[in-house]
Structures are given as structure tokens and as C-alpha cells.
Nanobody, 125 residues
Framework: VQLQASGGGLVQPGGSLRLSCAAS????????IGWFRQAPGKERGGVSC????????YFADSVKGRFTISRDNAKNTVYLQMNSLKPEDTGVYYC???????????????????WGQGTLVTVSS
């Protein structure tokens, strides 16, 4: 059973990256998927969450209008498209799978069952 985040890298401000969160050993379709990030010297915080069907998505205020989230249950993968990247978006990005609904995302009640290992995003010129 594994959840793997990938797609990070170095990008200039204003650039784009697409992160992927792929599951192996279990199916993602019954889980909501949350993306979190941890900037250097800061606590991990929520970035986005997508419902099991993909019909609902939630975003942190700091990324609204710039990030989108989608899922392809047939490929057992969730994507985080990040556009107009800013230096403050720098950090390690983690995906997590939870049976809790996205309405609980951002609260202590959103307790993921699985965490990915993280992928580093660096936004710098």
C-alpha cells in the first residue's frame, strides 16, 4: 500500500507545475485526497482537497484562482495543477488519502489514512 507524490521541481515565478498523487495497493476512488505543503521553517498546511467523485474541490485562500485539482479514478491518480507560482509556494508538497470528507479538511478531524512521501517544489528565479 503506497501513496506517491511526484512532479515537483524548480520553477521560475509565474511558472507552472503539475503534481501527481498515485496510489498503489489500494483504490483511491473511495478516498478524498488532500494536498498539503510545508514551507521551510513552517508548519504543514492545507493546500487543496478533492471529493471522492471529483465534483467538489476546496482550496486555501492563498492558492485560489491559481491552483486546480482533479482526479482520474481510472488511473488511481489525483493531480494538482499549479499556475502563476510564487516564491511563497515553495515547500514540500504531500498528498494524503482520507475517508473523511473534504468538509473536514483544514480541521483536526481530517485524519488521513495514508500519506505520500512528499515532493519538493521550489519557486525561484
Amino acid at each position: 500500500v503506497q501513496l506517491q507524490a511526484s512532479g515537483g521541481g524548480l520553477v521560475q515565478p509565474g511558472g507552472s507545475l503539475r503534481l501527481s498523487c498515485a496510489a498503489s495497493g489500494f483504490t483511491l476512488e473511495t478516498y478524498t485526497i488532500g494536498w498539503f505543503r510545508q514551507a521551510p521553517g513552517k508548519e504543514r498546511g492545507g493546500v487543496s482537497c478533492i471529493s471522492t467523485s471529483g465534483g467538489s474541490a476546496y482550496f486555501a485562500d492563498s492558492v485560489k484562482g491559481r491552483f486546480t485539482i482533479s482526479r482520474d479514478n481510472a488511473k488511481n491518480t489525483v493531480y494538482l495543477q499549479m499556475n502563476s507560482l510564487k516564491p511563497e509556494d515553495t515547500g514540500v508538497y504531500y498528498c494524503a488519502a482520507a475517508t473523511a470528507g473534504c468538509a473536514l479538511w483544514g480541521t483536526t478531524w481530517y485524519r488521513p489514512n495514508y500519506w505520500g512521501q512528499g515532493t519538493l517544489v521550489t519557486v525561484s528565479s
